[in-house]
């Protein structure tokens, strides 16, 4: 096994601070990403790509906040060679970078791990992230299926909406960071000179591998949650339109008897007996009553009201 690792963490590293500090001579475009800041309007694309003398890991963490409705992404990079390894991490705007002190503990129980255990620490913390993120999903996809029913229709449309827009991009982070990982498990990502990346930890990253699949499968029910909820909250719209439009028709019905009955009577011809009539009036007037319960009660029956 490798000699223990020699582990530098930098956080939001200057140009001056990252060449100081990194083990090896980096290309141009692997130190230009080291030091662009995180964006959230344009993530970059979770990998682990090894070269000649060192090995370069880009990893995506999507964090969930409850309590306002929204999630925001860490990123944590990392060089290593086979006795050093270098973890950059970047802020996000207005929020609170990687930590990385559940890394440290599992490493320090290993004594002086090599650098393929810290990368293995270090992507096994971020498979369990995004299975604690899964759960988060459940817990919001179930408040918003609470929701439906008492919620107001715009307020559920932009929840659903927030949901959509969340698994989406969530998978498009969480995706290649398994592809990432496989790489790692099948041995395409070697050092030269003593592999820190031997059987042993191919098992271990086999392991990590199987979290970031279920926390996928997770993903893909929470999308189908998701659906699921918009199709009942348009199935919901539609039945209470129908209500409307039901009620609308018994009103127009009740109307019509009556308007006929009236419109009967406003005919100008000169044999029409009731007219003639003491209590004619009145009579009009009781067979609009009687008509128009009548209907109210066939209408009950057919529980259309």
């Not at 790692?184 to 990346?197: K, N, S």
Request: overall charge negative; aromatic content about 8%; hydrophobic content about 40%.
């Amino acid at each position: 096994m490798a000699r223990g690792a020699h582990w530098i963490d930098l956080l939001d590293p200057t140009a001056e601070e990252l060449a100081a500090e990194t083990p090896i001579e980096l290309h141009e475009q692997a130190t230009r990403h080291l030091l662009d800041p995180l964006r959230p309007e344009r993530l970059p694309r979770p990998r682990i790509e090894s070269s000649p003398d060192h090995v370069l890991g880009v990893l995506l963490v999507a964090v969930a906040v409850e309590e306002e409705d929204r999630v925001f992404y860490q990123e944590v990079d990392f060089v290593a060679t086979s006795e050093t390894i270098l973890t950059v991490r970047k802020t996000p705007p207005g929020e609170e970078p990687f930590s990385i002190d559940a890394v440290h503990e599992a490493c320090e129980a290993h004594g002086s791990p090599s650098t393929g255990l810290v990368i293995y620490h270090l992507i096994d913390e971020v498979a369990e992230r995004y299975l604690n993120l899964i759960d988060s999903l459940g817990s919001e996809i179930d408040e918003l299926e609470e929701g439906i029913e008492s919620w107001a229709n715009e307020r559920i449309r932009r929840r659903l909406a927030e949901l959509r827009e969340d698994v989406l991009v969530i998978r498009r982070t969480l995706a290649p960071t398994r592809d990432a990982v496989r790489r790692l498990v099948d041995g395409r990502v070697e050092l030269a000179g003593e592999d820190p990346f031997g059987r042993g930890l191919q098992l271990y990253f086999g392991e990590a591998h199987d979290k970031l699949l279920r926390a996928t499968d997770g993903l893909d029910i929470a999308r189908e949650l998701v659906s699921s909820a918009r199709d009942y909250h348009q199935s919901k719209i539609a039945q209470e339109q129908n209500d409307v439009v039901r009620k609308l028709a018994v009103v127009a019905s009740l109307l019509l008897v009556p308007t006929f009955i009236v419109g009967n009577y406003g005919q100008n011809f000169d044999h029409m007996p009731e007219l003639g009539w003491k209590l004619g009036y009145a009579f009009s007037w009781g067979i609009i009553a009687l008509t128009t319960l009548l209907q109210l009660a066939f209408y009950r029956w057919r529980r259309w009201i």
